[in-house]
């Protein structure tokens, strides 16, 4: 069954603002990684922030682990048109490196 | 150059035929996958191996066989195609030592008419 479950589904935004996505997920995990689709292409991933760690940066992106409330968030600061993508959290569990996938979200920046 | 790449990149075909998906990855990893992503962009595993040994076999119909001739290829033969294949079909691949990264390849739209 899914186990990842994005929110909201779509969030528009101006560019030059701030976009928050969350993931909630229902099992333990040894990691959850987030990952961006452009339109017509594949996943390209992002950040992986491991069951122990609580918040990683990279670049404009920040994510947060909470696994008390098995939910993690992704924020895009200073977003850019060049954002404009669906992102998806996945969660690793278990030893067969297996990434199970939420729904997305689709965000689109407005120049 | 590419670090996965599939072929072909457009499948139209009628159904009831038999075809094949390739995939191939020059990142020298030891574990690639196959995953079918729906009309609203669910994206679900099919098939992974790890050094040519299939570990993860999802409930797919057994119209669908993955073949790994070598650790850098997997390809995927669908026989008797249904409407319901329609999708688009990503290969990836990944090493476990990267904390299970995966790296995706461009995707084959499949549409069975």
């Known amino acids: 069954s899914q186990q990842g479950e994005e929110d909201p589904q779509a969030l528009s935004i101006q560019e030059g603002e701030n976009a928050t996505m969350n993931c909630s997920y229902k099992?333990?995990?040894?990691?959850l990684q987030w990952y961006r689709q452009n339109s017509g292409r594949g996943l390209v991933h992002l950040i992986l922030?491991?069951?122990?760690?609580r918040e990683k940066h990279s670049g404009r992106l920040r994510v947060t682990l909470d696994t008390s409330k098995k939910s993690s968030s992704l924020l895009i600061t200073a977003s850019r048109a060049a954002d404009t993508a669906s992102y998806f959290c996945?969660?690793?569990?278990?030893?067969?490196?297996?990434?199970?996938f939420g729904k997305g979200t689709l965000l689109t920046v407005n120049p | 150059d590419t670090a996965v790449s599939q072929t072909p990149k457009y499948l139209v075909t009628q159904m009831g035929n038999d075809k094949s998906i390739k995939c191939e990855q020059n990142?020298?990893?030891?574990?690639m996958y196959w995953y079918k992503q729906d009309s609203k962009k669910f994206l679900k595993i099919m098939f992974s191996?790890?050094?040519?040994?299939?570990?993860i076999n999802e409930t797919v119909p057994n119209r669908f066989s993955p073949k790994s001739p070598d650790k850098a290829h997997l390809n995927l033969h669908i026989n008797s195609l249904e409407l319901g294949d329609s999708a688009v079909y990503f290969c990836?691949?990944?090493?476990?030592?990267?904390?299970?990264?995966?790296?995706f390849g461009p995707g084959t739209r499949l549409t069975v008419l």
């Open positions: 990836a691949s990944s090493q476990p030592w990267e904390g299970d990264t995966q790296y």
């Open positions: 099992t333990s995990i040894n990691n």
């Open positions: 922030i491991r069951s122990n760690e």
């Open positions: 996945a969660t690793v569990g278990g030893s067969n490196y297996k990434l199970t």
């Open positions: 990142l020298g990893h030891d574990t």
């Open positions: 191996y790890n050094n040519k040994e299939l570990i």
